[in-house]
């Protein structure tokens, strides 16, 4: 069974940083792949970035292209986001997701506020 927990979640002003981060414990192997996703408030929860592991092709929402970066340590087994120049509309919940063996694991999840 995957678990998995996420943290830097917090308050930024617009235009500022943040790096959350995933740490994932359990059985990891044969993942498929992993990500984050987002929800804000009365919103469905959408795909921020994913990895997909074979090929390692990595994959962005459009509205953070260019400003937000996902990456994986293998040593460490986390996956981290690494946000940039945030705005407002970034606020929301972020939750951190496995796909192991076609099935989804999920975290708890971690907010992230961006106001002045």
């Known amino acids: 069974q ?12 617009p235009g500022g940083s943040l790096s959350l981060s995933c740490a994932a414990s359990g059985i ?5 792949a992993v990500g984050w996703y987002r929800q804000a408030p009365g919103k469905q929860r959408d795909l921020v970035a994913t990895i ?4 390692w092709r990595t994959h962005y929402a459009n509205s953070v292209k260019g ?11 986390t ?5 940039n120049s945030l705005k407002p509309e970034d606020t929301a919940v972020y939750y951190c997701n496995i ?10 999840g971690t907010l992230v506020t961006v106001s002045s």
């Open 99 to 108: 796909v192991q063996y076609g099935k989804d694991y999920w975290g708890k």
């Open 79 to 83: 996956v981290s986001l690494q946000m």
């Open 28 to 32: 990891i192997f044969s993942i498929d």
């Open 67 to 77: 400003r937000f970066t996902i990456s994986r340590d293998n040593a460490t087994n």
């Open 2 to 13: 995957v678990q998995l927990v996420e943290s830097g979640g917090g308050l930024v002003q």
């Open 52 to 55: 997909i592991i074979d090929g």
